[in-house]
């Protein structure tokens, strides 16, 4: 076998790793620092409290304003709120969730791991993270069963109710994990046609 040149993508299965180095979000082991970091700087104090208040301040101001979180930003809203959340580990694909980054064509074509941003299930032209959790018919009743456990859910509305109790946020999770394990076998196969 040859060298591969660079300009050629890889028939291999698609990998992505949403939660390390690839990824630029505040999740996983950056979201479990800035939490430690709120934790930490939040005591009875008042001047801490006023620290940790601007702090916060300045991290919303910053998750507003960054365009490579603007998926992010949509689903979390309230950076605040979602911090102070005392349960809820954010795992490899709730992490893929959250960034946007991982087992979507859209994104694994900026990447440079896949030919085409397309839906390899229906004509969507941008395969996103909102296209496959909130639009796909490949997904809907995955979808529809999750609405069944907690209520009608939208990108603005979904995080809301992960924070509302563990039994939520593990539903969640595991739709995002279900979705997520059956596209990754449908990617790779895709690939290696
Ligand atoms: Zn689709």
Known sequence: MGR???SKIPKKSVSVSAANSSSKDMFSAQERKTCWQAKRIGNNNTD????????IAVW???WDSDNRGRWTARLIPDLKTWLARDFGEVNYYLTQFL??????????????????????YCEA?????????????????EREALAMQVGTFTPRTVTGKMIENITNWDRVKMFTEKILRLKKVDLDRRQLE
């Open 4 to 6: 591969r040149t660079t």
């Open 48 to 55: 801490n409290q006023l620290v940790r208040r601007r702090t």
């Open 60 to 62: 919303q101001h910053r």
């Open 99 to 120: 960034s946007g980054h991982g087992y979507f064509n859209s994104y694994l074509y900026r990447m440079r791991k896949v030919e085409s941003p397309n839906c390899i």
């Open 125 to 141: 032209e941008d395969d996103t993270a909102e296209h496959t959790f909130f639009e796909c018919n490949k997904w809907l009743p």
